[in-house]
T-cell receptor, first 111, second 119 residues
Framework: QKEVEQDPGPLSVPEGAIVSLNCTYSNSAFQYFMWYRQYSRKGPELLMYTYSSGNKEDGRFTAQVDKSSKYISLFIRDSQPSDSATYLCAMTSGGADGLTFGKGTHLIIQP | EAGVTQFPSHSVIEKGQTVTLRCDPISGHDNLYWYRRVMGKEIKFLLHFVKESKQDESGMPNNRFLAERTGGTYSTLKVQPAELEDSGVYFC?????????????????FGPGTRLTVL
């Protein structure tokens, strides 16, 4: 069993739709959860980071963590074509440890 | 402020040859990480430097890979001899050490990656 499971997609939705992306994980030591966005031929860029269980909102983006289910989500409201990218979940037990990534979900927002 | 830079952007070599990848972190960042993404797989952690010292090299696949960080500034990752399965994208990331001894993660900023193709 992989430490982090993420559906690679592609996930194609029309502009303006609400997008739901998610990951499951198996290591209960993970405490910090991140979502990175990666455009083609670029490096991953941090979007959101949350600690333990709960929600965090930043503009059109909301990150949710449910540690009891080992399940994390990223919601994108009013999706735009510029949101088309690969979204990677990542997690760590903390500090300066290396990150454990999911495979990434390729998201396509259709104009 | 310049971001993390990596050189070369793309390298094509033959099996058995040697390749050296370079990463220049954001100025002032003590932490430097190497990651690798093999096609169809997730990005995997390789190793972590704090300044010039290797903090964690648990992800290094084998002794054909050698990472150095001279003077705690830029880092190199050498693959010698390269094998077909080494093909992939190698990412470098750096972070500040803003909370020494604390457990809050420092934001890791990624470079654009080096795409390595071994033929």
């Amino acid at each position: 069993q992989k430490e982090v499971e993420q559906d690679p997609g592609p996930l194609s939705v029309p502009e303006g739709a609400i997008v739901s992306l998610n990951c499951t994980y198996s290591n209960s030591a993970f405490q910090y959860f991140m979502w990175y966005r990666q455009y083609s031929r670029k490096g991953p860029e941090l979007l959101m980071y949350t600690y333990s269980s709960g929600n965090k909102e930043d503009g059109r983006f909301t990150a949710q963590v449910d540690k009891s289910s080992k399940y994390i989500s990223l919601f994108i409201r009013d999706s735009q074509p510029s949101d088309s990218a690969t979204y990677l979940c990542a997690m760590t037990s903390g500090g300066a440890d290396g990150l454990t990534f999911g495979k990434g979900t390729h998201l396509i927002i259709q104009p | 402020e310049a971001g993390v830079t990596q050189f070369p952007s793309h390298s094509v070599i033959e099996k058995g040859q040697t390749v050296t990848l370079r990463c220049d972190p954001i100025s002032g960042h003590d932490n430097l990480y190497w990651y690798r993404r093999v096609m169809g797989k997730e990005i995997k952690f390789l190793l972590h430097f704090v300044k010039e010292s290797k903090q964690d090299e648990s992800g290094m696949p084998n002794n054909r890979f050698l990472a150095e960080r001279t003077g705690g500034t830029y880092s190199t990752l050498k693959v010698q001899p390269a094998e077909l399965e080494d093909s992939g994208v190698y990412f470098c990331a750096s972070s500040q050490d803003g909370r020494r001894g604390g457990r809050l993660p420092d934001t890791q900023y990624f470079g654009p990656g080096t795409r390595l193709t071994v033929l």
